[in-house]
């Protein structure tokens, strides 16, 4: 696995992994912040509901997860503890924004 700027991975043998490395440098944060300002705004989510949220705002279903993961580096976002039921009937976790941060 290659590494396109300071933290984003790709698969080095894939021309597809590093172009989409490349657009991800570009495009993270705002999604980022949208992603952020859903749950400031509504309140805890899963992936699943923030993505349905965001749909149409830059922030594709795929690009929720990444940036919740980036988030709770940050510590911005934290695992409430708490699992709602996909529409697949799969657990997902829940995620709060931390507003203090």
């Given at each position: 696995?290659?590494t396109?700027?300071?933290?984003l ?5 894939s ?27 509504h ?8 993505g ?8 594709g ?10 988030l ?16 697949f ?7 709060m ?5």
């Open positions: 696995m290659g396109y700027g300071p933290l991975p790709f698969v080095a043998t021309d597809t992994s590093y172009a989409a490395a490349k657009v991800v440098v570009r495009t993270a944060p705002a999604q980022r912040e949208r992603v952020y300002g859903a749950l400031i705004a309140g805890p989510a899963t992936a699943e509901q923030l349905d949220m965001l749909y149409g705002e830059g922030c279903g795929d690009s929720i997860r990444p940036r919740l993961i980036e709770r580096r940050q510590e911005r976002v934290v695992d409430t503890g708490r699992r709602r039921l996909t529409r009937r799969r657990r997902a976790v829940v995620w924004a931390k507003e203090d941060a």
